[in-house]
T-cell receptor, first 115, second 113 residues
Framework: EAGVAQSPRYKIIEKRQSVAFWCNPISGHATLYWYQQILGQGPKLLIQFQNNGVVDDSQLPKDRFSAERLKGVDSTLKIQPAKLEDSAVYLC?????????????FGSGTRLTVV | AQTVTQSQPEMSVQEAETVTLSCTYDTSESDYYLFWYKQPPSRQMILVIRQEAYKQQNATENRFSVNFQKAAKSFSLKISDSQLGDAAMYFCACGGATNKLIFGTGTLLAVQP
């Protein structure tokens, strides 16, 4: 089966600019996650979708970050305006259902550099 | 709340030798799962092994095995017969059955030929 697709693979922007990342999960996976991985740290959950509804966005900096999952399939994560501290790898993952027991499949991530 | 601690930022092992990566966790969940993920330079997180907390038997996947000490909240990963392809960042993670996955800070494993 095809894996979790993410694009772009790399992105360099200046601070205060906007950027968007795209994720296409595995077909049939109802749950989609966006994680932020800052260099030297483990991934941190930003937002979790179940179909096209938000399950958990408690760690999402809502003043600058937004995410949507139209039609419950692919998803877009946006940052506007970007700050230097947003430099990180943004990982998308999907699973059949809500809960770690279903297992997560991760994409290869987007490396964002804010200069 | 859940926390995962990996106290070894870097480890090194000779090819064909055995290495153990440490992890401790804390969770208020009664039904939870523990995982080890491998992250090579390609950045994709690859599941190495998983352990259901309700199972007393330690999980094993080929050269990879865990030492799960529930009372001590310890979950270490043992890699036997290390290979050059095992070199990567390894993350320990914990999650409740209906909750999100929380990761540790990772251990960078180098394999020396």
């Amino acid at each position: 089966e095809a894996g979790v697709a993410q694009s772009p693979r790399y992105k360099i922007i200046e601070k205060r600019q906007s950027v968007a990342f795209w994720c296409n999960p595995i077909s049939g996976h109802a749950t989609l996650y966006w994680y932020q991985q800052i260099l030297g740290q483990g991934p941190k959950l930003l937002i979790q979708f179940q179909n096209n509804g938000v399950v958990d966005d408690s760690q999402l900096p809502k003043d600058r970050f937004s995410a949507e999952r139209l039609k419950g399939v692919d998803s877009t994560l946006k940052i506007q305006p970007a700050k230097l501290e947003d430099s990180a790898v943004y990982l998308c993952a999907s699973s059949l259902g809500v809960g770690v027991n279903y297992g997560y499949t991760f994409g290869s991530g987007t490396r964002l550099t804010v200069v | 709340a859940q926390t995962v601690t990996q106290s070894q930022p870097e480890m090194s092992v000779q090819e064909a030798e055995t290495v153990t990566l440490s992890c401790t966790y804390d969770t208020s969940e009664s039904d939870y799962y523990l995982f080890w993920y491998k992250q090579p330079p390609s950045r994709q997180m690859i599941l190495v092994i998983r352990q259901e907390a309700y199972k007393q038997q330690n999980a094993t996947e080929n050269r990879f095995s865990v030492n799960f000490q529930k009372a001590a909240k310890s979950f270490s990963l043992k890699i036997s017969d290390s290979q050059l392809g095992d070199a990567a960042m390894y993350f320990c993670a914990c999650g409740g059955a209906t909750n999100k996955l929380i990761f540790g800070t990772g251990t960078l494993l180098a394999v020396q030929p």
